[in-house]
């Protein structure tokens, strides 16, 4: 299954930039990255048999483990592509919320978009090696 992050924004070249490139060079899924403008510009279509997963201060709160089984059920159903979208700063509109398959908070902060962005990244690695009995994550 493809991990579609799609984001508002440019990342440009700069630590933030590293650290989601460090993050997703380890994930053994295939990932992609598309960036959207900060206005206009649509998402890439979706792809069939996908699901939609929005980063929203509204959203669920889900432990790293209870991430990594739903990244397992998509891909268990066999769903072709989670597509990850972060919007820009006025976030999603209702209809855009109702459209998703998941909405995704990372607590109740308000978070900047590059580390948002970051944090996604190695939400995805962690998932993954979770799913791959690695030992990177720890609970206790």
């Known amino acids: 299954m493809l991990l579609h992050i799609i ?22 899924w295939p990932t992609r990255i598309s960036e959207l403008p900060e206005s206009g510009g649509k998402p890439p279509a979706d ?15 889900l432990g790293s483990v209870a991430f990594a089984r739903k990244l397992e059920g998509w891909r268990d ?3 072709r592509e989670a597509r990850f979208l972060l919007g820009g700063a006025d976030g999603f509109d209702e209809e855009a919320r109702a459209g998703a398959d998941l909405l995704l908070a990372f607590g109740r902060a308000t978070w900047p978009h590059l580390l948002a962005r970051a944090m996604l990244a190695e939400q995805l690695w ?15």
């Open 47 to 61: 792809a069939e048999n996908s699901v939609t997963v929005l980063l929203d201060e509204k959203g669920e709160q």
């Open 7 to 28: 984001a508002r924004g440019r990342i440009g070249r700069g630590p933030e930039a590293e650290l989601v490139e460090r993050y997703l060079k380890r994930v053994s």
């Open 126 to 140: 962690r998932a993954t090696s979770i799913l791959a009995n690695h030992p990177y994550h720890r609970e206790g």
């Open 77 to 79: 159903a066999g769903k």
